[in-house]
């Protein structure tokens, strides 16, 4: 069960964006991440959740998306996320969140995939603008922001080909498909 969850968890970037997520959902994903495991137990993430459509479209344009898709300027309206939920490190706490943001956007997004949700972490985020939107302090790093939305693509699974690519690609469908490096080639002892 567990494989086929996380077979299942792909990063989707269509979405229906007329389909909205509720401040209540997004608190129950938010809830995994605090359940999660952190270095030390120290805690240091906080969230910032966004779920209406015009705090949104702020946070949509501080994004960069699918940047081997070379001819995709990202997902265009209609088909934008429906909710957002950004990463903080609070600073106060420490300032080496290790990879505490990584397990909690995991957590975030298998929740969400198992509810029928989609979503994509976003590290390419134009940061300062970003803090500047949300008037955020600078005792807090922006880590990662989540998309997430009613899933409105389809995402293949494959293995690494021959040419040993790891770029997504899409076909004339708008299929999605990403490649995987093999077992084998990835265990090396
Ligand atoms: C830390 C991290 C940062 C990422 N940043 C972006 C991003 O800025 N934009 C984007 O479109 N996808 C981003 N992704 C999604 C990856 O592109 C995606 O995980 C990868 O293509 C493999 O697809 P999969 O998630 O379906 O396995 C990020 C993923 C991770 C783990």
């Not at 509720?22 to 120290?42: D, M, Q």
């Not at 501080?62 to 070379?70: E, I, P």
Request: charged share 25%.
């Amino acid at each position: 069960m567990i494989e086929e969850l996380i077979r299942q968890n792909r990063s989707c970037r269509r979405f229906h964006q007329d389909q909205p997520v509720s401040r209540e959902t997004l608190l129950g994903l938010v809830n995994l991440a605090r359940l999660s495991a952190s270095a030390a137990n120290l805690q240091p993430l906080k969230y910032v959740l966004s779920f209406e459509p015009q705090l949104n479209a702020h946070i949509f344009s501080c994004l960069a998306w699918a940047g081997y898709l070379k001819d995709w300027p990202g997902p265009a309206e209609g088909e934008r996320p429906a909710a957002y939920i950004v990463i903080l490190g609070d600073r106060e706490i420490t300032t080496n969140v290790g990879c505490d943001h990584g397990i909690a956007a995991q957590s975030i997004l298998l929740g969400a995939r198992e509810q029928g949700l989609g979503g994509c972490m976003v590290g390419s985020i134009k940061k300062d603008r970003l803090r500047e939107m949300f008037d955020l302090s600078e005792s807090y790093d922006i880590l990662l922001v989540i998309a997430l939305g009613r899933p409105k693509e389809e995402v293949v699974l494959t293995d690494v080909g021959l040419d040993g690519s790891i770029k997504y690609w899409r076909d004339e469908a708008g299929v999605h498909y990403v490649p995987k490096r093999t077992l084998e080639e990835i265990i090396i002892k």
